[in-house]
């Protein structure tokens, strides 16, 4: 399964992706094509993406932990490596501390 979020994309490219992709929300595509479709596709989409247009791509693995995350430009979340795992960061604007 590979799911590919972005801020933005040049229509060319959107297109293109609604060929082997559904699109539940604006910008959100998601498929169940092959690994080794999936890896070219997400050649071409990093390839003919400007950096503004904020992509991540979520694609399952056979190595463990079972999925790999790329980034390309500057996506709205932000992608960390802690531990061997890739992880996404979001921000806490709570003024509380989180009750246990």
């Avoid at 463990?64 to 980034?71: K, N, S």
């Avoid at 996506?75 to 531990?83: N, Q, V």
Wanted: aromatic share 8%.
């Amino acid at each position: 399964m590979i799911v590919i979020v972005a801020n933005s994309l040049p229509p060319a490219v959107r297109g293109k992706l609604k060929l082997w992709f559904l699109e539940p929300k604006p910008n959100v595509f998601v498929s169940g094509i092959k690994d080794s479709l999936a890896d070219r596709v997400v050649e071409k989409v990093m390839k003919y993406c400007p950096l503004d247009s904020g992509i991540l791509v979520f694609q399952t693995t056979q190595k463990a932990p079972g999925y790999r995350i790329l980034a390309h430009g500057m996506p709205a979340k932000t992608l960390e490596m802690i531990s061997g795992f890739q992880l996404i960061l979001e921000k806490w604007d709570s003024p509380e501390p989180i009750p246990f």
